[in-house]
C-alpha cells in the first residue's frame, strides 16, 4: 500500500502565495506521474497540474503562469507553488499519483486526504 502525506494549505489574502507538498511512501518501485486536483462544493474534481517522472508538466488553464509544479523523482515527493493566489482558487487540493509501480499492491492510482487553500481577504 502507498500512503500520501499532504501539507501546506492555509488562509492566504488575494495575490498571496501558498507552497503545498505532498510526500508518497511505502514500498514504491516507481511512479509514473504526480499531480494536484481541486475540488469545490458540487463541482467535479479538476486537474490543477501534473508532472511525469521525466519532467513533463501540464496545467489547468487557470493557473498557468501562476502556479508551478515540481518533483523530485528519487524522494517522490512533488510540489505545487501557487503565487498570485485568487479567490477563485480556493479549493480543497488532492494529491495524485498515478502509474504506480509497488512491491506491496497492484492498485495504480492513489489519492491524499486533501488540504483546504482559502483565498480571502
Known amino acids: 500500500q502507498v500512503q500520501l502525506v499532504e501539507s501546506g494549505g492555509g488562509l492566504v489574502q488575494p495575490g498571496g502565495s501558498l507552497r503545498l507538498s505532498c510526500a508518497a511512501s511505502?514500498?514504491?518501485?516507481?511512479?509514473?506521474?504526480m499531480g494536484w486536483y481541486r475540488q469545490t462544493p458540487g463541482k467535479q474534481r479538476e486537474l490543477v497540474a501534473v508532472?511525469?517522472?521525466?519532467?513533463?508538466?501540464n496545467y489547468a488553464d487557470s493557473v498557468k503562469g501562476r502556479f508551478t509544479i515540481s518533483r523530485d523523482v528519487p524522494k517522490n515527493t512533488v510540489v505545487l507553488q501557487m503565487n498570485s493566489l485568487k479567490p477563485e482558487d480556493t479549493a480543497v487540493y488532492y494529491c495524485n499519483v498515478g502509474g504506480v509501480i509497488s512491491s506491496s499492491s497492484s492498485q495504480l492510482n492513489y489519492w491524499g486526504e486533501g488540504t483546504l487553500v482559502t483565498v480571502s481577504s
Open positions: 508532472v511525469t517522472n521525466s519532467g513533463n508538466t
Open positions: 511505502g514500498k514504491i518501485i516507481s511512479i509514473a506521474s
